[in-house]
Nanobody, 119 residues
Framework: QVQLVESGGGQVQAGGSLRLSCAAS????????MGWFRQAPGKDREFVAT????????SYADSVKGRFTISRDNAKNTVYLQMNSLKPEDTAVYYC????????????WGQGTQVTVSS
């Protein structure tokens, strides 16, 4: 049974930092692209960042580029999202997701962790 468990969310003031973690189990982690998505109240879920399964290439939404960093530790089956210079508009539930190699869909999702940034 595949499980993705996020942690590290919380409340922080604007300009602060948080580091999210997502621990994966039940899958061969190194074979999966990993991603972070977020959903703010009343809005659709949106892409934040991804890291590829083999080479570890990263990509980011324009809104977080230069402030957020995604990384992975295949030995620990964990993906991270370092978030710096946080803004109130970063407030959302953050989800990690896994996508197998050349599959199109993100097949596995975590339950999410709340991030609240106050001004």
């Amino acid at each position: 049974q595949v499980q993705l468990v996020e942690s590290g969310g919380g409340q922080v003031q604007a300009g602060g930092s948080l580091r999210l973690s997502c621990a994966a189990s039940g899958l061969t982690f190194s074979n999966y692209h990993m991603g972070w998505f977020r959903q703010a109240p009343g809005k659709d879920r949106e892409f934040v960042a991804t890291i590829t399964w083999k080479v570890g290439l990263t990509s980011y939404a324009d809104s977080v580029k230069g402030r957020f960093t995604i990384s992975r530790d295949n030995a620990k089956n964990t993906v991270y999202l370092q978030m710096n210079s946080l803004k109130p508009e970063d407030t959302a539930v953050y989800y990690c997701a896994a996508r197998y190699r050349d599959y199109v869909d993100w097949g596995y999702w975590g339950q999410g962790t709340q991030v609240t940034v106050s001004s």
